[in-house]
């Protein structure tokens, strides 16, 4: 009668698995996700390798060697004031990762404040809402000009108006979690046993968000490289004394008909980059989405 009763108490649960085992199986199912995460990985470490595998000084000039095409010298050629376009684009690596990553962290951490806060305090909802409104109505590139266009040019200044139009996207998502988590028993648990609204973000709800952000934040890395590419081709991103990639491409738009590889290089090296980084989020998204997870 006692293992009777021992059995009949005994509820099987089922073993959830590790986040880093989900990933490690959408990874395996996934090889495009392997491809981009191969290859970002290289980006990676040319970014900060550069020092050492530039041949020549990235902001070196050098007049009479103006335009060489692609040689064993100069594997990439020369731009019209006769700098080395290899070293300038290996140099271009660092910049934009550098954007990419810093936008993701950045909008990532403050959209995730606002957004929890926002999403669990009904009458601070409201607001801020519409604020997210105001700014998501203004097309990204546009917002990010005017609010460069208030300081002076600079990278550090590039990077805090790009996060400012990512903001928004962080706060909605996290807000529409926060919705629905809040409605859940073990926070409704949690408040009728008196506990502070500090703990329940931090204990019960910010736990819930990291999935999602994760994979937000690699789409706002990889929109991040090319909002800065598109204000540096304009000439209202970083200064042009930064050899960034989009810097690199607007300098060399009058001489596509002359030295059109000049354009091409930094242009496939964004292209790739992006195209790895938004590989790596749709795996990390088919990893951590419960019901794409639950199909797989």
């Known amino acids: 009668m006692t293992s009777i009763a021992t059995s009949a108490l005994h509820v099987p649960t089922r ?4 986040t880093w085992l989900r990933l490690k199986e959408a990874f395996r199912r996934h090889p495009t996700a392997i491809a981009g995460a191969i290859v970002l990985l290289c980006m990676v470490l040319i970014a900060i390798l550069a020092p050492w595998l530039w041949t020549v000084d990235p902001l ?8 060489r095409p692609p040689s064993a010298q100069y594997w990439f050629g020369t731009d019209m004031l006769g700098r080395d376009v290899y070293s300038r684009v290996i140099y271009g690596a660092r910049v934009s990762l550098s954007v990419g990553i810093a936008v993701a962290v950045l909008a990532t951490s403050i959209g995730l404040a606002i957004g929890l806060v926002t999403g669990y305090l009904k009458w601070l909802d409201a607001i ?8 998501m109505s203004i097309p990204s590139v546009l917002l990010a000009i005017a609010l460069i266009s208030l300081t002076k040019a600079s990278l550090e200044n ?9 903001i928004p996207r962080v706060v909605r998502l996290v807000r529409s979690l926060v919705l629905t988590l809040r409605e859940q028993p073990y926070v409704e648990a949690a408040i009728s046993s008196g506990t502070r609204l500090p703990a329940i973000l931090v204990r019960h709800i910010l736990p819930n968000t990291v999935a999602p952000l994760l994979v937000q934040a690699t789409y706002i890395c990889a929109s991040a490289m090319i909002t800065e590419a598109i204000l540096s081709f304009i000439g209202a991103g970083t200064p042009p004394n930064i050899p960034s990639w989009g810097n690199i491409m607007a300098e060399a738009r009058s001489l596509i008909q002359v030295a059109g590889t000049i354009l091409l290089f930094p242009g496939c090296f964004l292209s790739i980059t992006v195209l790895s980084v938004n590989l790596v989020g749709d795996g990390m998204r088919d990893a951590l989405d419960p019901r794409l997870a639950r199909r797989m």
Do not use: H, Q
């Open 15 to 18: 073993s959830v698995s590790p």
């Open 60 to 67: 070196a000039l050098a007049p009479a060697k103006r335009l």
């Open 128 to 135: 801020m809402m519409r604020v997210m409104d105001g700014l």
């Open 158 to 166: 590039v990077i805090i108006a790009i996060a400012i139009t990512e």
